[in-house]
């Protein structure tokens, strides 16, 4: 917004949750010159998760689908891997799980990645490590 004196004034909005910051922004609007500048909400969009293996409450990628395990709370973000095709390395802020090609879908047999975590530990971020078969799945619990 132009003040008086004709500075431009600028507004910060910070939040820890992105879908946050993606509904403040929304209705953020810039005039400049006579024209009124929106945020594109496909650059908006683009921040919902910006990495693999999000929570699926702040939208998954366009190469995800969100997951939930059978046996398990939670859920998240994941892409379909193969042999042929290696689960993506990029993972949240905080993450050091690893990620692995570790889940099959039981009716059509494609399968997906995960992040393998210790059962107990605080490997996953902003997810909780759930035991499932003696091994960790990092999920988000909603």
């Known amino acids: 917004k132009t003040s008086a ?13 992105p879908m946050k910051l993606f509904t403040a922004l929304v209705s953020l ?5 006579g024209l009124e500048l929106v945020l594109n909400k496909d650059f908006m969009m683009g921040l919902a998760n910006a ?3 999000g929570d699926p409450s ?8 969100a997951v ?10 994941t892409s379909e891997c193969s042999l042929f095709k290696a689960c993506p390395t990029d993972v ?5 799980a690893s990620p692995m090609c570790a889940l099959q879908d039981a009716s059509s047999g494609a399968k ?12 996953c ?6 035991s499932i078969s003696g091994v960790g799945i990092c999920t988000y619990d909603d």
């Open 92 to 96: 949240p802020m905080g993450v050091t």
């Open 29 to 33: 609007a810039f005039l400049a010159n």
């Open 5 to 17: 004196s004709g500075n431009t004034r600028y507004i910060l909005v910070t939040t820890h949750r």
């Open 68 to 77: 939930q395990i059978q046996g398990i709370t939670g859920d998240f973000c």
């Open 125 to 130: 971020g902003e997810a909780t490590c759930k």
């Open 58 to 65: 702040d939208g998954c990628l366009s190469d995800e689908i």
């Open 112 to 123: 997906y990645c995960a992040l393998i975590c210790s059962p107990g530990g605080s490997q």
């Open 51 to 53: 990495t693999h293996y």
